[in-house]
T-cell receptor
Framework: NAGVMQNPRHLVRRRGQEARLRCSPM?????VYWYRQLPEEGLKFMVY????????ESGMPKERFSAEFPKEGPSILRIQQVVRGDSAAYFC???????????????FGPGTRLLVL | GQQLNQSPQSMFIQEGEDVSMNCTSS?????WLWYKQDPGEGPVLLIA?????ELTSNGRLTAQFGITRKDSFLNISASIPSDVGIYFC?????????????FGQGTILTVHP
């Protein structure tokens, strides 16, 4: 059973460009979460999605950031007009559809390291 | 918002020693999780705790969910070099914070052979 897949693993962008990060959850998982990690810090929650729905985006910056999890295909975290402060590791996690326990047990992908020049 | 304080920030130990780290919160969590992160990788789930007072083991790892639901600890017994990495606690508050995990700042573990 493949784990959470993220691509690309590394992404370099110049200021003002767009960054598009992809996440494929574990097989059978229907919940996807995105987190951001700055150097030497813990992970910070950004957004929680189920198929075609954004459940909680309380951690997403109000501008330039958006996320989707379409019916078919991977979840996408999109950052428009990137700035140097967006440089970070972005992690995707997924959890099974059983909400009572397992939705709180999140399994993480290897991350995308974004560097903005 | 919810905050987690994780300590110690870093530990330098000799191979074979036991390790203990803990997390405390200003508010109640319904679930505690412990993860390990290696450089350049994502966090790997070590132990999940779902009930206050629960004590769970996974090999040489033991973790407990505090009775007050505001703290948790992780013990590693007989450490080995591959235990090196960053250990994070994470809490899930339940209620309207459905999917959100709150992470501690991490404990950097170095094991000297």
């Amino acid at each position: 059973n493949a784990g959470v897949m993220q691509n690309p693993r590394h992404l370099v962008r110049r200021r003002g460009q767009e960054a598009r990060l992809r996440c494929s959850p574990m097989k059978g998982h229907s919940h996807v979460y995105w987190y951001r990690q700055l150097p030497e810090e813990g992970l910070k929650f950004m957004v929680y999605l189920q198929k075609e729905n954004i459940i909680d985006e309380s951690g997403m910056p109000k501008e330039r950031f958006s996320a989707e999890f379409p019916k078919e295909g991977p979840s996408i975290l999109r950052i428009q007009q990137v700035v140097r402060g967006d440089s970070a590791a972005y992690f995707c996690a997924s959890s099974p559809p059983d909400f009572y326990f397992d939705a709180e047990t999140q399994y993480f992908g290897p991350g995308t390291r974004l560097l903005v020049l | 918002g919810q905050q987690l304080n994780q300590s110690p920030q870093s530990m330098f130990i000799q191979e074979g020693e036991d390790v203990s780290m803990n997390c405390t919160s200003s508010s109640i969590f319904n679930t505690w999780l412990w993860y390990k992160q290696d450089p350049g990788e994502g966090p790997v789930l070590l132990i999940a705790l779902y009930k206050a007072g629960e004590l769970t083991s996974n090999g040489r790892l033991t973790a407990q969910f505090g009775i007050t639901r505001k703290d948790s600890f992780l013990n590693i017994s007989a450490s080995i070099p591959s235990d090196v990495g960053i250990y994070f606690c994470a809490g899930h508050g339940g209620g309207t914070s459905y999917g959100k995990l709150t992470f501690g700042q991490g404990t950097i573990l170095t094991v000297h052979p």
